[in-house]
């Protein structure tokens, strides 16, 4: 539960307000004296490229049947994707690159290193109607594994993107909680969360607009995200409080970088696991 908990929360922001690649110059952000800053969009192109990097780490202490023993996981996937469709001004059709897909686990001192059935491989993934379909290359068929973990990093293709309405449904100032935009954050993560025998919920979501940042050449908007969560499933019960920085390119409203962290626990009649979870993300060019 834990490891589906950090997955959701790696989506939920690798989708929230993706790195849209447009065709155009992009003009200087200016703040005014209040330091107000409006949020922009621009149309997905076809032909467009962007890479996407994504880090997550646990470490855990596990106490079951009066024994205690350790636990460190990794996994670290780096993408590389093009359009090759748009549609109503969303992006309907994908070419994927999964450059590198690496998890490990160590448990009391011994390596578990997975194969990822996607590393290496390149797939095409096209929204059609409520289905993702997900090919080789050339248009053939692939394994369910390797379909599922594509069809994960994709959920959100061909639909329109709350999180950048919101950031850009008004002009917003430095020093301001963002509490709409943190409910719709909270409202997706909810969305994810809901399957059969499995309760998701977040318990506060804070949203801060902190400052503005230039990142390889665009000016980004810093926001302080704190979330606390909480779940059941199958008799265990899950808490998580993540703090940390959320970049937010201004003139996409699209999230460059994320870095999350903080405590997590879980419990059940069998067993406790408490100790720490990170994230890390990075999109762009």
């Given at each position: 539960m834990i490891t589906s908990a950090a997955v959701w929360l790696a989506l939920l922001l690798q989708s929230a307000a993706p790195y849209v690649p447009?065709?155009?110059?992009?003009?200087?952000?200016?703040?005014?004296?209040?330091?107000?800053?409006?949020?922009?969009?621009?149309?997905?192109?076809?032909?467009?490229?962007?890479?996407?990097?994504?880090?997550?780490?646990?470490?855990l202490t596990i106490t079951a049947g009066g024994q205690t023993s350790s636990m460190e996981g990794t996994e670290a996937c780096e993408r590389r994707t093009e359009i090759l469709a748009v549609k109503d001004g969303v992006s309907t059709k994908l070419r994927v690159l999964y450059a590198r897909h690496e998890k490990a686990v160590r448990i009391s001192g011994k390596d578990k290193v997975d194969t990822s059935p996607v590393a290496g491989k390149t797939y095409v993934v096209e929204r059609k109607g409520d289905d993702l379909v997900v090919t080789d290359a050339n248009g053939r068929s692939v394994s369910s594994d390797e379909a599922?973990?594509?069809?994960?990093?994709?959920?959100?293709?061909?639909?329109?993107?709350?999180?950048s309405k919101a950031l850009r449904s008004k002009p917003r100032k430095v020093g301001e909680r963002l509490d709409?935009?943190?409910?719709?954050?909270?409202?997706?993560?909810?969305?994810?969360?809901?399957m059969p025998g499995r309760d998701m919920a977040v318990d506060e979501a804070k949203l801060l607009l902190s400052g503005v940042e230039k990142i390889g050449g665009f000016d980004h908007a810093v926001l302080d995200l704190s979330l606390k969560m909480s779940g059941?499933?199958?008799?265990?019960?899950?808490?998580?409080?993540?703090?940390g920085k959320v970049?937010?390119?201004?003139?996409?409203?699209?999230?460059?970088?994320?870095?999350?962290?903080?405590?997590?626990?879980?419990?059940?009649?069998?067993?406790?696991?408490?100790?720490?979870?990170?994230?890390?993300?990075?999109?762009?060019?």
């Open positions: 447009a065709r155009g110059d992009t003009p200087p952000f200016e703040a005014d004296e209040q330091r107000t800053i409006t949020f922009s969009s621009k149309l997905p192109a076809v032909g467009a490229k962007y890479s996407a990097k994504e880090d997550m780490a646990t470490a599922a973990r594509v069809k994960s990093d994709h959920e959100s293709l061909g639909k329109p993107e709350e999180v709409d935009v943190a409910q719709v954050l909270a409202d997706r993560f909810k969305q994810r969360g809901a059941k499933a199958e008799g265990s019960k899950l808490e998580m409080s993540l703090g970049f937010v390119r201004i003139d996409e409203a699209s999230f460059g970088e994320v870095d999350l962290r903080g405590p997590i626990a879980m419990t059940s009649a069998e067993m406790t696991l408490k100790g720490t979870f990170a994230l890390k993300t990075k999109t762009g060019p």
